[in-house]
C-alpha cells in the first residue's frame, strides 16, 4: 500500500471513529461482546437462526444454536428477550462504528452441557441426558439465568470505568435491562423450583438444586456473592445483592472467567477468547 493510500485511509478511520475515550470503546467493545453470546443464544432459541450477519460484524456462526423447544407462552416471553438482545448488539456497533470488533465464536450448545456439569461436580453428578437449554421451556430459562446475572453484574463492574456520561447513561439503561431479564428467569425457575432433573449416577435432583450449583460456580470462578433463587432458609432469593440492596459488580476479568470456564481467558462460550482490548 502507498505511502498515501495509507494516509487517506489513516485519516478516514480518524474520521469515522467515535466521539469518546479509547478505553470507552474498549469497555463498550467488551459489552458488544457479552451481548453477541446472549443475542445469539436467544435469537437461535425463538427459531430465528442466531443474530443477523450485519449485527454479527464479520463474526463466525456460532457453535450449538438451536431452535428451543418451547410452549407458545415460552415463546413470547423469550422473544421479547431475543429482540432486546439483538437491539443491544445493534445499538453498541453503531456507537462504536468502525471501532467495533467482530463478534467472537460463541458455544451455546456444549458449552451448556460443560457448564453444568461442572457446577454439579462437588456432588460427583453429570446430567443425563446432557443438560442443553433447547429442551423445554424450563432448560431454556436455566440458560438465561446462567448468562443474565453475569451480564447484571458485568455492566455494574463496567459503569465506573466508563468516562462519557452519554455512555454512562446508556450502560445504566442496558443493565437495567438485563435484570428485568434475570428476574424473569429467575422468578420461573423459582415458580418451578421442585421439578426433578435427571443425573448420573440414576438419581434426580431439583432445579433448585442445579440453579444452586450454576450461582456457586459462577461465585466460584468470577467472585461475588451470587446466590440462589431461593435462599436456605425457604425465602425467595430473586435479588441477588450485598447488604445494601445492591447489586455485586464483576469486573471484566470475572466476567470472562466466569464465560470461558476458568482463567485461560479462552474456552467454555467463548472457545476462542475476546476480540478487542479487553480480553480477560
Ligand atoms: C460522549 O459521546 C457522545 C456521543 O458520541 C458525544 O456526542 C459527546 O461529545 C461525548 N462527550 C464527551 C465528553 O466526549
Ligand atoms: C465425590 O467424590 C470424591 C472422590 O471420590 C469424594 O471424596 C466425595 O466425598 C464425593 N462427594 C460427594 C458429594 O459424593
Ligand atoms: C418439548 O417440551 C415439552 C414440555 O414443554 C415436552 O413435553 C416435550 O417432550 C418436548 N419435546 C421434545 C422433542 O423434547
Known amino acids: 500500500m502507498s505511502f498515501k493510500v495509507a494516509a487517506a485511509l489513516t485519516v478516514a478511520l480518524a474520521l469515522v471513529a467515535p466521539a469518546f475515550a479509547q478505553t470507552d470503546v474498549d469497555i463498550l467493545n467488551f459489552a458488544l461482546q457479552l451481548e453477541c453470546l ?17 449485527a454479527r460484524g464479520g463474526g463466525p456462526v456460532p457453535i450449538g444454536g438451536m431452535t428451543a423447544n418451547l410452549t407458545a407462552a415460552g415463546l413470547t416471553l423469550a422473544q421479547e428477550v431475543a429482540f432486546n438482545e439483538l437491539q443491544h448488539v445493534q445499538f453498541l456497533r453503531s456507537a462504536l462504528g468502525a471501532a467495533a470488533v467482530p463478534c467472537p465464536l460463541v ?16 456432588a460427583n453428578a453429570t446430567f443425563s441426558p446432557a443438560y442443553s437449554p433447547y429442551a423445554n421451556d424450563l432448560s431454556f430459562w436455566l440458560g438465561s ?32 435491562v438485563e435484570a428485568y431479564h434475570a428476574s424473569l428467569a429467575r422468578f420461573i ?23 444452586g450449583l450454576i450461582a456457586t460456580l459462577r461465585n466460584t470462578l468470577g467472585g461475588g456473592s451470587g446466590q440462589n433463587v431461593i435462599l436456605p432458609s425457604g425465602a425467595a432469593g430473586i435479588v441477588p445483592v450485598d447488604s445494601n440492596s445492591i447489586v455485586i459488580p464483576r469486573t471484566p476479568a470475572q466476567v470472562v472467567s466466569i464465560t470461558t470456564g476458568g482463567t485461560a481467558m479462552k474456552g467454555l462460550f467463548f472457545p476462542n477468547g475476546l476480540n478487542g482490548n479487553i480480553k480477560g
Open 38 to 54: 446472549e443475542g445469539e443464544f436467544y435469537n437461535y432459541a425463538v427459531g430465528l437462526g442466531g443474530l443477523p450477519a450485519s
Open 145 to 176: 439465568f446462567i448468562f443474565e446475572d453475569v451480564g447484571v453484574s458485568a455492566y455494574l463492574g463496567a459503569a465506573p470505568l466508563i468516562s462519557n456520561k452519554t455512555y454512562l447513561g446508556s450502560a445504566a439503561g442496558i443493565l437495567a
Open 189 to 211: 425457575i423459582y415458580e418451578y423450583g421442585y421439578t426433578p432433573i435427571a443425573v448420573n449416577p440414576s438419581t434426580t435432583v431439583s432445579l433448585y438444586t442445579v440453579s
Open 107 to 122: 458455544d451455546i450448545g456444549p458449552a451448556f452441557a460443560a457448564a453444568a456439569n461442572a457446577a454439579a461436580m462437588p
